[in-house]
């Protein structure tokens, strides 16, 4: 079964735009939910959220986590065309990190 | 002072060869993994291990043997390859217990023909 599941699976918007990407996850023991940005290369770390309610945030991004629902919340505001990447969210449980099938943003210009 | 490198960047090959692929961290970690992320851009684990032991060992053939001389260096060596191979292969490291962010490497596109 899916431990960590993303939606929307993609998104095409217009610059300027306003985005809210969603993980919803389910693991035995929460440490942590991590956000990743992929685009030509290796995913980069975004944020990693440990307490729920406490919003993260570096710019136009930002993250806030819900422990008690299970899920996490990317937000990105004023929409670039450098956004367009793929946003993967990862939960690490036993030994290793269980990724999402990750969200492809389309930013047009 | 790159923080986990892997090599080579890519790798073509024909069915039926034997590669291997490299990997280093100096962040100084005590866990370190093979990801496989597919077409659809999937990233699905491989191996995992844990100052040098093999803690996670996902459904992959035999074919794919990982080996971890050190804490620092994990390389994966496949035999046999066969066109579903055709992958891109990330190493990435991290502290023991996800406490930290997972580190990933450049990867290694490999494609088999």
């Known amino acids: 079964e899916d431990k960590v599941v993303q939606s929307p699976l993609s998104l095409v918007v217009h610059e300027g735009d306003t985005v809210t990407l969603n993980c919803s996850y389910e693991?035995?023991?929460?440490?942590?939910l991590l956000w990743y940005k992929q685009e030509k290369k290796a995913p980069t770390f975004l944020f990693m959220l440990?307490?729920?309610?406490i919003e993260k945030k570096s710019g136009r991004l930002s993250s806030i986590l819900d422990k008690k629902e299970l899920f996490s919340i990317l937000n990105i505001t004023a929409t670039q065309t450098g956004d367009s990447a793929i946003y993967l969210c990862?939960?690490?449980?036993?030994?290793?990190?269980?990724f999402g099938t990750g969200t492809s943003l389309t930013v047009i210009p | 002072d790159t923080a986990v490198s892997q090599t080579p960047k890519y790798l073509v090959t024909q069915m039926g060869n034997d590669k291997s692929i490299k990997c280093e961290q100096n962040?100084?970690?005590?866990?370190m993994y093979w990801y496989k992320q597919d077409s659809k851009k999937f990233l699905k684990i491989m191996f995992s291990?844990?100052?040098?032991?093999?803690?996670i060992n996902e459904t992959v053939p035999n074919r794919f043997s990982p080996k971890s001389p050190d804490k620092a260096h994990l390389n994966l060596h496949i035999n046999s390859l066969e066109l579903g191979d055709s992958a891109v292969y990330f190493c990435?490291?991290?502290?023991?217990?996800?406490?930290?962010?997972?580190?990933f490497g450049n990867g290694t596109r490999l494609t088999v023909t």
């Open positions: 990435a490291s991290s502290q023991v217990g996800g406490s930290s962010p997972l580190h």
């Open positions: 440990t307490s729920s309610g």
């Open positions: 693991v035995t023991n929460f440490r942590s």
């Open positions: 962040l100084g970690h005590d866990t």
């Open positions: 990862a939960v690490p449980d036993r030994n290793q990190f269980y």
């Open positions: 291990y844990n100052n040098k032991e093999l803690i």
